[in-house]
């Protein structure tokens, strides 16, 4: 069960820049972190970006996240052919009680 | 280095109880703020987080899911158990266990995944 909404898929050329919307609601992004997850084909996704906008050690500057009110963004500038992936956003959701996952958007190099 | 490993049966049949088991390295769940959750993701499909236990024993679980769900960790054993009743053929999915990381829910490092197929 899906909380977050995204888009299904993205697409850009190489060296274009390519941003993922994650529409959520007051209770989730509206008043908790959001983290970012890269999933390359056929391997367990990976922290990309954490607390909205940080981004762990050995991840490029190319990515780049924001909030702001219920929704965030995963911007990617730069596109690069290996970033082609699944990418999920995620947060805790005070209703729920629980971590919620976006519906994952697939990034496509063209 | 910080891994996690999944082990368990990659087929279960319909109404059975799935065990999973996490074995992990690099960490310790008597640290604080270090947790471990399971998450899954059926083939094709968006991922789901399952359940949490925290170094403190705290533990929490999907609100959709947690009728049928148990966590538990051995900290000297470096495991971390799931459980999940009365298995039925839309649990197939591979099943993930994560370091998760204090309040920030920090899913920082996964392990491979284990593919769980629920079939007669």
């Known amino acids: 069960q899906s909380v977050l909404t995204q888009p299904p898929s993205a697409s850009g050329t190489p060296g274009q820049r390519v941003t993922i919307s994650c529409s959520g609601s007051s209770s989730n992004i509206g008043s908790n972190n959001v983290n970012w997850y890269q999933q390359l084909p056929g391997t367990a996704p990976k922290l990309l970006i954490y607390?909205?906008?940080q981004r762990p050690p050995g991840v490029p500057d190319r990515f780049s996240g924001s909030k702001s009110g219920t929704s965030a963004s995963l911007a990617i500038s730069g596109l690069q052919s290996e970033d082609e992936a699944d990418y999920y956003c995620g947060a805790w959701d005070d209703s729920l009680k629980g971590y919620v996952f976006g519906t994952g958007s697939k990034v496509t190099v063209l | 280095q910080v891994t996690l490993r999944e082990s368990g049966p990659a087929l279960v049949k319909p109404t059975q109880t799935l065990t999973l088991t996490c074995s992990f390295s690099?960490?310790?769940?008597?640290?604080?703020?270090?947790?471990v959750s399971w998450i899954r993701q059926p083939p094709g499909k968006a991922l789901e987080w399952l359940a949490r236990?925290?170094?403190?024993?705290?533990?929490y679980y999907s609100a959709y899911l947690k009728t049928r769900l148990t966590i538990s960790k051995d900290t000297s054993k470096k495991q971390v158990v799931l459980t999940m009743t009365n298995m039925d053929p839309v649990d197939t999915a591979t099943y993930y266990c994560?370091?998760?990381?204090?309040?920030?829910?920090?899913?920082?490092?996964w392990g491979q995944g284990t593919l769980v197929t629920v079939s007669s």
């Open positions: 236990i925290d170094w403190d024993d705290d533990e």
């Open positions: 994560v370091r998760t990381v204090g309040s920030g829910w920090l899913l920082d490092y």
């Open positions: 690099g960490f310790s769940l008597s640290t604080g703020g270090m947790c």
């Open positions: 607390s909205n906008n």
